[in-house]
């Protein structure tokens, strides 16, 4: 029932910022864990970055740490990617995702992990 719709992608100089949104309709996301995972162009759906249903615990991939930032508002609905320090690699169509199980002790970092998308926005960082 609840569907999810990524936005706030686009073209980036190296070095530049993005900010990713999820936007959560027909259904809460408050009890769910959530997560960003890309897929480049000839690569496989990468683990980028994850949150559990309150928000206080994250996990990232190796190759954003220090860069990317996952939060999300409850109360909208919303969850974040913050992108900083953006690389040429990180060109990528980006998805949101939710945990398939609510209130999960663990934070999923595979896509078996989630049982909702979103159909995805491009992120291109070039110069």
């Known amino acids: 029932q609840v569907q999810l719709l990524e936005s706030g992608g686009g073209l980036a100089q190296p070095g530049g910022s993005l900010t990713l949104s999820c936007v959560a309709s027909g259904g809460t996301i408050g009890t769910y864990g959530m997560g960003w995972f890309r897929q480049a162009p000839g690569k496989e759906r990468a683990f980028v970055a994850a949150t559990n249903w309150s928000g206080d615990k994250t996990e990232y991939a190796d190759s954003v740490k220090g860069r990317f930032t996952i939060s999300r508002d409850n109360t909208k609905n919303i969850m974040y990617l913050q992108m900083d320090s953006l690389k040429p690699e990180d060109t990528a169509l980006y998805f949101c995702?939710?945990?398939?199980?609510?209130?999960?002790?663990?934070?999923?970092?595979?896509?078996?992990?989630?049982?909702?998308w979103g159909p995805g926005t491009q992120v291109t960082a070039s110069s």
């Open positions: 995702a939710k945990s398939s199980t609510p209130f999960f002790i663990e934070i999923g970092t595979t896509a078996s992990d989630y049982d909702v």
